[in-house]
């Protein structure tokens, strides 16, 4: 009866505290959890928002001494709005447009104090398609002229994107990513159908 | 009878008069309170011909901004779709060539800006331009389609990023010429174009310039 009371008198003070540590220690678990998602989310966010065949080439800023700089990025919203406008004329090129989601084209001409950087980053790039599945389609060296094509190629080899990187000597880089189903021959014209002057030539260039 | 007739009007005229100071004094604050809101609507509509639109206005201190210097305005024009539908609806009466009125029918505003930098041409940092442009102008939910940088001239068009349509397209171009900038937008709706595109010339050549 004694150790029945004892414990009677010692079960209520022992309880708050048992609640209390219960409830820290679910608190302690919640944040790690909530923290570890967050973790998650902003490691994982860039890697969704990329389309597969979507290269991130970064940004690339003009050249200090006034060279050349080019850059075109038309986005789906335009592709499809060219689409639409050439859909009764043209049906053939308004399907080939409506299966692009981004052409974008970057041509940095070349001087002293960019043309090791820009080298630098046309072959780090080439090496990192090849180690993420991009497949080499042609790669010309002619001339100090240096093009390579890489296409990517998701499930039952539809084609998800294209990639283009162009040393023209010394003289300018060329980075061209055209997302969405679309084959090399058909570069030329969609840099005519949407007035590109540099994928145009890179397209006969790579028809060749 | 017609004594009572013109005692009536008497009395009819006594208590307009009656009536109508009673309603002035309690609607004058309200009254006043109209004409004061109306002039500053006037007011705000004339000198907007004057103003650029916020987009436009973002644009020219990015760049203005980044490139340095002291810049001073030559000329700033904004007609919106107040304006234009007044060209559009006083057009009805005239007898225009199908082309014009077309071109008419399609602006819904448009504007134009022109600044002169009292600074050494030359001196500005092209990539910093465009960064700043970009970021003053994706802040708006706008994109850079096309970025040109050759020697001392900078060219750049932005669009909206969210759906565009052949009834309603924008777009915002920034020139930077050696010590000029040029800023032009312009809104409309491209459907009359288009129309008499198809009709008189090969449609298959329009979306080429439409894209770029």
Same mark, same amino acid.
């Given at each position: ?6 414990? /009677? ?58 060279? !050349?700089?080019?850059? =075109?990025?038309?986005? *789906?919203?335009?592709? +499809? ?7 009764? !004329?043209?049906?053939?090129?308004? !399907? ?14 070349? /001087?002293?104090?960019?043309? +090791? ?5 046309? *072959?780090?790039?080439?090496? /990192? ?5 991009? !497949? ?9 002229? /240096?093009? *390579? ?14 990639? =283009? =990187? ?9 980075? =061209? ?32 | ?22 309603? &002035? $004094? ?28 916020? %987009?436009?206005? $973002? ?7 980044? $490139?340095?210097? %002291? &810049? ?26 199908? %082309?014009?009125? $077309? ?16 600074? %050494? ?13 970009? @970021?003053?102008? @994706?802040?708006?939910? &706008?994109?850079? #389609? ?10 750049? #068009? ?16 920034? #020139? ?37």
């Amino acid at each position: 009866m004694g150790i029945h009371l004892e414990r /009677d008198k010692t079960a209520p003070d022992q309880k708050p505290k048992e609640n209390y540590m219960k409830r820290l220690w679910l608190l302690a678990l919640g944040t790690v959890l909530v923290a570890l998602l967050a973790f998650a989310l902003t490691v994982k966010a860039p890697a969704e928002t990329l389309p597969p065949g979507q290269v991130d080439f970064g940004t690339f800023s003009a050249p200090s001494g006034g060279g !050349e700089f080019v850059e =075109v990025n038309v986005t *789906s919203n335009l592709i +499809s709005f060219a689409a639409r406008l050439i859909q009764k !004329e043209e049906p053939d090129v308004a !399907e080939l447009l409506n299966g692009l989601q981004q052409v974008r084209v970057t041509v940095v001409g070349m /001087d002293e104090q960019n043309r +090791s950087d820009l080298k630098e980053r046309a *072959s780090k790039l080439r090496k /990192d398609l090849s180690t993420k599945g991009w !497949e080499r389609i042609v790669e010309a060296q002619k001339d100090e002229k /240096d093009v *390579s094509v890489y296409l990517k190629n998701g499930k039952n080899n539809a084609v998800q994107g294209l990639a =283009v =990187v162009v040393l023209d000597g010394g003289r300018q880089a060329v980075f =061209v990513n055209i997302v969405g189903e679309i084959r090399p021959e058909q570069i030329a014209l969609i840099g005519e159908k949407l007035h590109i002057d540099p994928l145009k030539k890179i397209g006969e260039a790579t028809e060749k | 009878m017609p004594a009572t007739r013109t005692h009536e009007r008497l009395k009819l005229m006594n208590s307009i008069e009656d009536i109508f100071p009673a309603v &002035w $004094a309690r609607k004058r604050p309200i009254a006043l309170s109209a004409l004061l809101l109306g002039f500053v609507l006037a007011v705000f509509s004339i000198t907007g011909y004057f103003r650029l639109s916020s %987009e436009a206005s $973002a644009l020219r201190r990015s760049v203005m901004n980044s $490139a340095g210097g %002291e &810049w001073h305005k030559k000329i700033a024009v904004r007609v919106g779709f107040f304006t234009t539908g007044l060209i559009r609806l006083g057009s009805q009466f005239f007898n225009v060539p199908p %082309e014009a009125r $077309a071109a008419i029918d399609s602006v819904r505003g448009g504007e134009v800006g022109i600044y002169i930098c009292r600074q %050494e041409p030359g001196s500005f940092n092209r990539g910093a331009v465009f960064a700043a442009a970009d @970021k003053s102008m @994706k802040a708006r939910g &706008w994109i850079r #389609v096309v970025g040109v940088a050759q020697g001392n001239q900078l060219v750049a #068009v932005y669009m909206p990023r969210k759906a565009i349509s052949t009834s309603n397209v924008s777009c915002c171009v920034m #020139v930077l010429h050696e010590e000029k900038l040029i800023l032009a937008s312009a809104h409309g709706n491209l459907e009359p174009l288009l129309r008499i595109a198809g009709n008189r010339l090969n449609l298959s050549d329009v979306p080429q310039h439409l894209a770029l």
